[in-house]
Structure formats: C-alpha cells, structure tokens
C-alpha cells in the first residue's frame, strides 16, 4: 500500500495576558512533537500568536503564505470551560470590555471588518467531530459562540481571508494552578488531558481532510 500523502498543518496558541503568567495554549503548542513522531503523514509547524488585535491578521496571513497548510489548528485559553470546545463560527464584532490587549489597544464591539458578512462558518464539520471525541470519553463539545476577544478574531480572520483552508478554533480551559491562582472558583483541565484532546482533534481533522468542502473563491461570504 503505497505511503499516505502527507498533510501540512498550522497549530497556533497565544502568548499570556491579563496578567497571567501562563497561556495553556502556548504550552499545548510547544508540545505537539510527540504527535510529529506518531503520525509521520502530518507536518505540523507551531506559531504562537501575539495578543495584540493590529498584529494578528498579519502574523496569520504570513504564516499561511509561508507554510501553505492543508489545516489550521487556531489554539487559545477559555475561562469559565471545565472541557475543550470546538468553535464553528466566528462573529464580525471584537470587545475587550474595558480591558485591553498586551498592546495597550482597546476594543468596545466594533467590527472587525466593516465591509464583511456578521458571522462565519467553518466548514469542517466539527458536530460530527465533537460527538466522535465525546464517544470515546474525551471531554469536548462544539460551540457557536467563540466571544468576541482575539480567539474570534484570529478565526474569522482565517475563515474571511483564508476561506481555501480548513480551519477550526479550539478553547482550552485554564490549567488548575492558574484557577487557583485566580480563586474565583472557575472549572479548569489539566494540561496533559487537554493535551489529548487537541492531538485528537488533529489526527481526526487531517484523517477527514479529503472530504472538505472549500470553496473556490477568495473570500466567503456566507451569513450567518
């Protein structure tokens, strides 16, 4: 049997913020080699974002012009989750609250392109995706609503700018020692377990690859 064609993937997790000293999904992306050893059909490169809403689309659009993927696996941190969320879609709008990002930028639910559809969609399909992990006793659901912070931001950047390319956001929980850091009672997962359910979502998403549905032109348009 000849050799499985290899897949490229991008896997990206985000730097600290808030104050935090840690990012989940920055340790979760410096951690993918033991899944470059296991599958030798998946090339997987890392970049860890920056939290600042002027660099984001750049450093995503550079990252896809120089790596090419065939999949992008957008990482970042969720609070309030206990379990790994697959988000879909991705809303025209980012809000920091009143915060700001690690910039110094603020945001107060502006668009985040005037001219471009409220929502979009993924087209992977994560349902199909999300009821597999939970059935093998992983602890992963879908969501429609990824917020309005960078994490949305970076999705719809890809699914507006780089509509070619499967892409999905995943929201990681915080680790227990930031949640006891935070004492505010919030759920949180250990690194390792999320560990396993992103190397999953990985292998499950490269393995499905053959049946996306990409569209042919350059921007989607789809509302939602």
């Not at 989750?81 to 110094?104: K, P, Q, W, Y």
Request: one cysteine or more; proline letters at 7%; hydrophobic letters at 40%.
């Amino acid at each position: 049997m000849a050799d499985r064609a290899e897949r490229s993937v991008l896997v990206t997790g985000f730097e600290p913020f808030g104050g935090e000293p840690v990012n989940p999904s920055q340790q979760l992306v410096e951690r993918l080699d033991a899944l470059v050893v296991r599958r030798r059909d998946i090339r997987i490169t890392t970049s860890v974002l920056p939290v600042d809403r002027t660099r984001v689309p750049a450093a995503l659009d550079e990252a896809v012009a120089r790596i090419r993927p065939d999949l992008v696996v957008l990482v970042g941190q969720a609070t309030g989750r206990g379990h790994v969320d697959l988000e879909s879609r991705a809303h025209n709008a980012i809000d920091f609250r009143g915060a700001t990002d690690n910039g110094g930028h603020s945001a107060s639910g502006e668009p985040l392109e005037p001219d471009g559809p409220d929502a979009l969609d993924s087209r992977l399909a994560l349902a199909a995706l999300a009821d597999r992990l939970r059935a093998a006793g992983l602890p992963v659901a879908l969501s429609v609503d990824a917020g309005r912070h960078l994490c949305n931001a970076s999705l719809y950047t890809m699914l507006r700018r780089h509509p070619q390319v499967g892409a999905v956001f995943v929201h990681v929980p915080l680790l227990p020692e930031q949640a006891e850091r935070r004492g505010t009672g919030e759920p949180s997962l250990p690194l390792e377990r999320s560990e396993v359910c992103l190397h999953a979502i990985i292998e499950q998403l490269v393995d499905s690859l053959d049946s996306y549905d990409a569209p042919t032109h350059s921007h989607s348009d789809r509302n939602t």
